[in-house]
């Protein structure tokens, strides 16, 4: 017993003092002309950045980009097509703000080679503010062309799920391989709209513009009576309760309403007056975006109802709208709505990308549509949600021979019960690669916050997200054929799975 104290007492010591034998200290900082570069002024082979820049198409691309310019030879230099569409591939796949991306690009020669520099330069390549302009030129449909192209495959790709024998890209009648078919939402950087909290943002930017439009007749008339304080008194007294009653919220949205009312009319009228202030563009389009806020909250205030169409949810971003999902974490969500298609084992494309609150089941008929296009003939199976199975896709996939994932409508049939969960669960599990491509753009990617603000640099990164994921996959299939061994031990055996078959 007393060795352990002594032992128990010793250690004690120990942590309380450190022991100064196991500490070495360091030498001050070496000049920074002594410091020793790891790769001699070479740039290392194997890196991914190097492997990366071999795999996308650069040509191509920058055929694309520049039959957007003027070829009147006029106007400033733009950035070549390889810094622009490199600097967004950087930014996705580090998932940086644009301030950071342009800190990393200095610090970093891999990825100064990434964005086509000839040399490491300590200079920063461009203004971080140049990125709004870089996704504004690549827009959406530009980036789904250049997806289109980074996602070519083989021909010997094109095969029959059932068949690994059957040669795929004829213009056969014969239906084969299988089409994934599934709907997100890529949710956008806003807080959760109520409608007392729509109002009052309405009625501060209004009186902003109030302020703005009285300037030229300061002095020379009576300011109009806005009731700025009562007003933001009003709605801290609603918004700070500990408990929300119906009416009492009711209550609080008439007095909003009233209140952006008055401001509205106050606004148009030292519009109508001789010698007033001019509004900007930006404050145009604000402004009209409240008149139509307003007009929608006033129909669901008179109706007693909380829906209406094209519902508007965020006056800075107004193109944005609720898309009920129904999941368990969040009933709505509020951002665009994308459709993904995937034939079976091979990349992602982002089909269609929406910011409606309507339905479009016929988005789901034309992607089965251009997949006859593609490949010459109509896939086997269409693997979908219950949303996609309703009478006119059933109808449709009937006619052409596709059979549709699912359960039939109507009473099942006890004697093929079995067969029918066991080809359900397979679907199921199928199905379940596109829902983990989901997972991961949301979680590695950005896909589950779109950080962009204008509807047409939103459409880009959504579209550039899924282009990201579809060269990393590149990538590792690049890493399956020079390390198989290694890779089928690796923590990726999804991928694996994905690239094998």
């Known amino acids: 017993m007393q060795g352990k104290q002594g032992k128990a007492e010793l250690w004690c010591k120990t942590l309380a003092f450190g022991v100064t034998a196991m500490y070495r200290k360091t030498e001050r900082q070496l000049p920074l002309e002594n410091f020793y570069l790891p790769f001699s002024g070479e740039l290392n082979p194997e890196n991914r950045w190097v492997k990366l820049s071999k795999i996308i198409p650069w040509d191509v691309i920058e055929e694309k980009y520049a039959s957007l310019f003027a070829k009147s030879g006029k106007g400033a230099p733009a950035k070549p097509v390889r810094m622009a569409f490199g600097a967004l591939i950087i930014k996705e796949t580090l998932v940086l703000s644009d301030e950071e991306l342009v800190n990393q690009l200095t610090e970093n020669p891999y990825l100064q080679y990434f964005i086509g520099l000839p040399e490491f330069q300590k200079e920063a390549p461009f203004d971080p503010s140049m990125m709004v302009h870089f996704r504004k030129r690549l827009n959406g449909q530009v980036m789904q062309e250049i997806n289109e192209l980074i996602c070519l495959e083989k021909k010997s790709d094109d095969r029959d799920p059932d068949d690994k024998n059957a040669p795929g890209g004829g213009s056969g009648k014969k239906n084969k391989g299988r089409l994934i078919i599934d709907a997100t939402c890529a949710p956008a950087d806003i807080r959760y709209p109520t409608d007392r909290s729509l109002l009052n943002e309405a009625r501060e ?46 209550k609080a949205v008439g007095k909003q309403l009233r209140y952006v009312a008055r401001d509205i009319r106050i606004v148009k009228d030292l519009l109508n007056m001789d010698g007033h202030g001019t509004l900007s563009q930006k404050q145009e ?150 829902e983990g491509k989901f997972g991961e753009g949301k979680r590695c990617y950005g896909l589950g916050c779109i950080m962009a603000k204008l509807q047409e640099t939103s459409e880009c990164v959504i579209h550039l997200q899924f282009l990201v994921m579809n060269l990393q996959r590149k990538l590792r299939l690049l890493f399956v054929r020079f390390f198989p061994a290694k890779f089928k031990l690796s923590m990726y055996g999804f991928v694996a799975n994905f690239a094998v078959n």
Do not use: W
């Not at 020379?220 to 009562?230: A, E, G, I, L």
């Not at 994308?338 to 079976?344: G, P, T």
């Open 285 to 434: 389009q604000q402004f009209q975006t409240i008149q139509k806020l307003y007009e929608q909250q006033q129909a669901m205030y008179d109706k007693k109802t909380n829906q209406i169409e094209d519902r508007i949810v965020s006056i800075s971003q107004p193109h944005i709208r609720p898309i009920v999902r129904g999941k368990a974490r969040a009933q709505t969500e509020f951002g665009a709505k994308i459709i993904v298609r995937s034939k079976e084992f091979l990349p992602l494309k982002l089909f269609s990308l929406v910011f409606s609150t309507k339905a479009k089941p016929s988005t789901r008929l034309d992607s089965i549509e251009r997949y006859r296009k593609r490949h010459g003939h109509y896939p086997k199976v269409a693997c979908a949600d219950r949303i996609f199975r309703n009478r006119k896709n059933l109808e449709f996939c009937k006619q052409n021979g596709i059979r549709l994932s699912g359960p039939r409508l109507g009473r099942p049939n006890i004697k093929k019960l079995k067969s029918q969960k066991r080809i359900e669960r397979k679907d199921n599990r199928i199905r379940n690669e596109i």
């Open 205 to 250: 930017k209004l009186e902003m513009t109030i302020d703005t439009l009285y300037e030229p007749f300061k002095g020379q008339m009576v300011k109009p009576r806005t009731y700025r304080r009562n007003a933001r008194k009003d709605y801290l007294y609603q918004a700070k309760a500990k408990k929300h009653h119906k009416k009492a919220l009711r």
